[in-house]
């Protein structure tokens, strides 16, 4: 990838091709909180009519109290082993620390946290090897 926008296109095509798969919000969560669209994910459960979800989703995750609600989720989801919801629910808490952990865990490719990197955390990547992709 040469550039964000291209990277920004490509994960938003795995978010809605991991949303259709199941049907389920949470599977694309991961991919539009680290482009920090959270009204998107919002707007996915007020669809399926996830009420529950939704007044969830519906929460300013700056305040103390949603994202304590969100952490406590994200480490539920740890030990529940669905590592990539753990992350989405990190990334919604904001705990940039915290979300490395499910990386880890979940063995994910070097390429997932790259796309993070580019995505979430909106780092240059000038610096890195050119790649033919």
Do not use: I
Request: proline share 2%.
């Amino acid at each position: 990838m040469r550039n964000n926008a291209s990277l920004r296109r490509c994960v938003e095509k795995l978010a809605k091709a991991a949303y259709q798969s199941q049907g389920d919000p949470l599977d694309a969560a991961l991919y539009y909180l680290a482009m920090k669209k959270k009204n998107l994910v919002w707007g996915l459960f007020r669809q399926v009519q996830n009420e529950r979800m939704t007044a969830f989703f519906s929460n300013n995750f700056t305040e103390e109290r949603w994202r304590k609600a969100a952490l406590k989720n994200a480490y539920a989801l740890l030990g529940k082993q669905r590592f990539e919801h753990a992350v989405a629910f990190f990334l919604l808490a904001g705990s940039l620390k915290g979300n490395y952990l499910p990386f880890k865990h979940a063995q994910m490719e070097v390429s997932v946290e790259f796309m993070f990197n580019l995505t979430y955390f909106n780092r240059c990547h000038r610096h890195l090897p050119k790649s033919n992709v």
